[in-house]
């Protein structure tokens, strides 16, 4: 069963804009995962943030936890045509459960 | 380059038919993973290898086998395909399946059943 629920399903913004994406899961976590899928390609790890994190950075990038509402969000800053695709959260339970997977948000930036 | 590396990239089946969607890996990672993508679904896990030797279902395993050949090679066998198994198939791996790192992805394999 799905463990992450991305929202929005899809995002459309202008070039130079910032671009937020939410994810909700329902049990509680080992750590978080943001994967970016551009379209026929395959996945790529983009940020982990553990439970005991609240924030993390990387580049244009931001991802927060809130792990009382089990929820999290990623800020892609001053986006670029480039970074059109779909990004994916991604949940691990416990220390060596798979990752489960949420929908996948559709994101596009307009040049 | 270092990777994940999956054959065929396409593949056009019968009902009925049997393959193997082979992934190998030359990172020297423990775990290895298969996993589906469905429109509108996102990736669903079919089976996992947490280590050489050892292999275990995820969440949608019907239909489908698995064999952890070594370290580096983790195939996934349709025995008779169906049309509900027209999907894309991901094959994944990581360092120690502990989760704390993110996974390494192959590129796909695009299978249509007819």
């Known amino acids: 069963s799905q463990q992450g629920e991305e929202d929005p399903q899809a995002l459309s913004i202008q070039e130079g804009e910032n671009a937020t994406m939410n994810c909700s899961y329902k049990t509680s976590i080992n750590n978080l995962q943001w994967y970016r899928q551009n379209s026929g390609r395959g996945l790529v790890h983009l940020i982990l943030?553990?439970?005991?994190?609240r924030e993390k950075h990387s580049g244009r990038l931001r991802v927060t936890l809130d792990t009382s509402k089990k929820s999290s969000s990623l800020l892609i800053t001053a986006s670029r045509a480039a970074d059109t695709a779909s990004y994916f959260c991604?949940?691990?339970?416990?220390?060596?459960?798979?990752?489960?997977f949420g929908k996948g948000t559709r994101l596009s930036v307009i040049a | 380059n270092a990777g994940v590396t999956q054959t065929p990239k396409f593949q056009v089946l019968k009902t009925g038919q049997s393959m193997t969607l082979q992934c190998a890996q030359d990172?020297?990672?423990?775990?290895m993973y298969w996993y589906r993508q469905d429109p509108g679904m996102g990736l669903r896990l079919i089976y996992y290898?947490?280590?050489?030797?050892?292999?275990d279902k995820g969440e949608v395993p019907n239909g489908y086998n698995v064999s952890r050949l070594n370290k580096r090679e983790f195939s996934l066998r349709l025995e008779s395909a169906a049309p509900s198994q027209t999907s894309v198939y991901f094959c994944a791996s990581n360092p120690s399946g502990s989760g704390g790192r993110g996974y390494t992805f192959g590129s796909g394999t695009r299978l249509t059943v007819v």
């Open positions: 991604a949940t691990v339970s416990s220390g060596n459960t798979p990752l489960v």
């Open positions: 290898s947490a280590s050489e030797g050892t292999t």
């Open positions: 943030i553990r439970s005991n994190e």
């Open positions: 990172m020297n990672h423990n775990s």
